[in-house]
């Protein structure tokens, strides 16, 4: 009995003799976590992931105030990013530096973001709540990837958004660098170095199907010229409207759809200047492109037309076969870089291949855009009184 007491007796001492070099070493001592101090626990958690990750790359592990120390890893062209908590150690997800009433604004900001950069076929997937995220902290902005997501037609590069903090900056809980300038990445902001076929439409305005063909060309982050009839116009003029509202241009596709040949100059030259009155009573600007109906022209007519004779490389016949899936199969299989692809928006099957073309010829890396954008891309200038049949840079 006696020996037990005196045992019990010790167990206090014994303890304080224990604890006191911690307790001297370490002035911060926290209770919650004993006798460890919140660095140690957040230095620990930090060295955990670090060996963790020994496979990767370190490319950054730097602190942000007292709110975080950030640790970025790559490997194989992927990053992989990590916000330990200064307060608590723990490996937290970005989502926790976002102000909790400011959650909602956020979100919003990285959707218009993302759809104002991506086609909606793939904006419509990376918004959807189930599609995992990795954030980068950059000096200047937030960066966020969008790794191992299912698109259809498969996308070849990374997906990722760019956002620089001054779109933001009410939203994080923590201080960054603001620009003076930037701008933010936009799908229409079309790239010298990128592949980029024009795609154009003749024989309209056709109400339906050409505004249809304007919608889809939006949603693709795409332009389109059209090839319009001049006596067909002033029943089309809201349409004629709208197609030019979304960046796409208009040329004119004759007076009256007769072919050019059987046709006497002084007569043509006549018809010529009417469509561009009634374009320029409707738009207010100059018809500047000329198609002629079936492609049929000769020297004459080049010379006797003052105007730009654009005509096409790639022909669909998609008045001829009336087939979604030969048109889309017909361009995916011989379309190339500077192409002019010749299309008609009068028939449903062009409206439903343009769909699915768009989408696939994205993801094949073309930009789709319109005659005079193709030939800025290709930087080329467009004479008068000359025939274009494609537009490829000039060696
Ligand atoms: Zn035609």
Request: aromatic letters at 10%; glycine letters at 4%; charged letters at 30%.
């Amino acid at each position: 009995m006696f020996m037990k007491k005196t045992w019990l007796k010790l167990i206090p001492i014994f303890l304080i003799v224990m604890t006191l070099p911690v307790l001297v070493l370490n002035p911060k001592t926290n209770p919650a976590g004993l006798f460890v101090t919140k660095e140690a626990i957040v230095e620990n958690k930090v060295e955990k992931i670090i060996e963790e990750n020994n496979d990767k790359t370190l490319q950054n592990k730097s602190e942000v105030e007292d709110k975080f120390i950030y640790l970025e890893f790559l490997k194989e062209n992927t990053i992989y990013s990590h916000f330990v908590n200064k307060e608590t150690g723990e490996d937290t997800d970005f989502s926790y530096f976002i102000r909790p009433e400011k959650k909602e604004e956020f979100e919003s900001k990285v959707q218009e973001l993302i759809y104002l950069k991506y086609p909606k076929f793939i904006a419509d997937i990376l918004v959807k709540a189930e599609t995992s995220r990795t954030y980068q902290i950059k000096e200047n902005a937030l960066v966020i990837y969008f790794y191992d997501v299912l698109i259809e037609p498969q996308i070849h590069d990374t997906l990722s958004l760019t956002i620089n903090y001054n779109e933001i900056k009410e939203c994080l809980d923590f201080t960054f660098l603001l620009d003076q300038e930037y701008t933010n990445e936009d799908g229409y902001n079309y790239l010298k170095n990128k592949k980029t076929v024009a795609l154009t439409f003749d024989d309209g305005p056709n109400d339906a199907k050409t505004n249809k063909i304007v919608e889809l060309l939006e949603q693709n982050k795409a332009h389109a010229t059209f090839f319009m009839v001049g006596n067909k116009m002033q029943y089309g003029s809201s349409t004629i409207q709208n197609v030019l509202a979304k960046g796409n241009e208009i040329g004119s596709h004759s007076y009256n759809h007769a072919n050019m040949k059987r046709q006497k100059l002084a007569k043509l030259k006549e018809n010529e200047e009417k469509t561009k009155e009634i374009y320029r009573n409707i738009t207010g600007q100059e018809l500047i492109y000329t198609r002629p109906p079936y492609g049929s022209i000769n020297s004459k007519i080049r010379e006797g037309l003052d105007t730009i004779f654009i005509t096409w490389n790639l022909d669909t016949e998609d008045w001829l076969h009336r087939d979604k899936d030969y048109i889309v199969n017909y361009v995916m299989e011989n379309v190339s870089d500077g192409d002019i692809i010749l299309m008609h928006d009068s028939y449903d099957s062009t409206v439903e291949a343009v769909e699915e073309l768009l989408p696939k010829l994205y993801a094949e890396g073309y930009q789709v855009v319109s005659v005079s954008e193709l030939a800025n891309i290709k930087e080329r200038t467009l004479e008068k009184n000359t025939i274009y049949r494609s537009l490829k840079k000039s060696q």
